[in-house]
């Protein structure tokens, strides 16, 4: 493998060929294959992963057959890595430093990013494009054939070497074991800011999750962490409800057997007229009624996550809005600014608070990567983390 380690001249900097996954037909399995990796940038970071996590997004998407699916695509996007080299005007990290890439950008610079009330940067709003942020339709990917690969999320972490815009990466601590570090990259931070940041979920209060996969199940630990009292799992999996204790879910409602009753009026008896928070972790438009149905009126607050399929439409009936004064709410990423919340989290980690241990099921090597999507799939698994090298 190429180094392509640079000097103090970016213009010396090369590609670099290393090994990456390469999704090339949707649902198939992928390809190990050698790429190059071109030089970053201006404004763009090049750097070595150290270990990638699965998420069910990439799952979604290396399934996905339509817009925005393409291929060839190099999936991943919640990973760690360290800053192998810099393009120009990049001062924020240098070449050594441990990084997380971020899905969601962060340019520190735009109203959205002052602002304390949105997440969404505007001067890069999100979209899963193919390319790099400030360079439309360019790549730095390409197989030996010379051919492009596209991007993924603005990470494309399922690769040895990566390049990404500087607005999504945050240097963290090279004290921090990578393969819990990696979690906060997108999955754990999603659903812990989600009830920490997007919900603000308060001591004593009432909440309810849909769908208990590793998005659900740090729904309920950040829900944990800012002391809700009950913390109530909705599933068709009994198994999840014994997963589910470890990270704090004190009930559990199987949506199957509610014995003709809507899952919704199962909730609103059990909480005396609905739960405070509802969140919505699968991406299935008729669970966002449901959840939106069992959460109080006057104050009740649904929050979705879930990625459902493009185009699915969310039907709730006018008057009920009018009437019942609740809230539903979108979230990505939590609503965490990453360079910002990021840190606050890993310090809450190392101080034993955010329990990232758990979420790790498997660790394994990067080329049995077919092998870790299949336990995704199956159900079996929480967190896979693949080390490369």
């Known amino acids: 493998m190429e180094n392509g380690k640079s000097s103090s001249d970016k213009s010396s900097l090369k590609p670099i060929r290393c090994k990456a996954a390469v ?31 699965l998420c069910h997004s990439d799952i979604t998407f290396w399934k996905l057959q339509v817009p925005p699916a393409c291929f060839p695509r190099i999936l991943g996007h919640e990973a760690i890595g360290v800053v192998e080299s810099v393009g120009e005007n990049v001062t924020e990290v240098v070449e050594g430093d441990t990084v997380l890439p971020t ?35 360019s790549s730095r990917f390409t197989d030996l054939n010379g051919n492009t690969l596209f991007h993924f999320l603005n990470v494309s ?20 074991p990578p393969s819990r570090a990696c979690l906060l990259s997108c ?36 829900a944990r962490l800012c002391g809700a009292s009950r913390i109530i799992g909705v599933d068709i999996n009994p198994a999840k409800f014994e997963v589910g204790q470890k990270f704090g879910v004190t009930e559990f409602v199987n949506s199957k057997t509610c014995e003709n009753k809507p899952v919704s009026e199962v909730i609103n008896e059990m909480t005396g007229g609905g739960a405070d928070y509802c969140f919505e972790c699968v991406g299935s438009s008729s669970l966002v009624q449901d959840a939106y149905a069992c959460c109080r009126k006057g104050w009740g607050k649904t929050i979705t996550l879930g990625v459902d399929r493009p185009g699915s439409q ?17 979230s990505l990423f939590g609503g965490l600014k990453a360079k910002s919340h990021i840190p606050i989290l890993l310090k809450r980690y190392m101080s034993k608070e955010l329990e990232l241990d758990k979420f ?12 870790a999507f299949q336990l995704l799939l199956d159900g079996k698994c929480i967190r896979c983390v693949l080390w490369m090298g």
């Open 187 to 222: 999955g754990v931070s999603t659903g812990v800011g989600a009830a920490w940041k997007t919900a603000q979920v308060e001591q004593g209060s009432t909440v309810v999750i849909f769908g208990l996969g590793s998005i659900g199940l740090a729904v309920a630990e950040g």
């Open 314 to 330: 969310i039907c709730l009936n006018s008057s009920d809005v009018l009437h019942n004064g609740k809230t539903l709410m979108g």
């Open 360 to 371: 790790v099921t498997h660790e394994m090597k990067f080329e049995d990567i077919n092998d």
């Open 157 to 176: 972490s399922f690769s040895e070497y990566t390049v990404l815009d500087v607005a999504n990466v945050v240097k963290i601590d090279s004290s921090i």
């Open 103 to 137: 899905f969601m950008p962060d340019c520190g610079d735009c109203v959205d990013c002052k602002s304390p009330k949105s997440n969404l940067c505007s001067s890069f709003p999100f979209k899963v494009s193919p390319w790099m942020p400030r360079y439309e339709n």
């Open 23 to 53: 999704s090339r037909k949707a649902g198939e399995p992928l390809v190990m294959e050698e790429i190059l990796v071109a030089p970053p940038q201006s404004y763009e970071v090049r750097i070595r992963i150290i270990c990638t996590a």
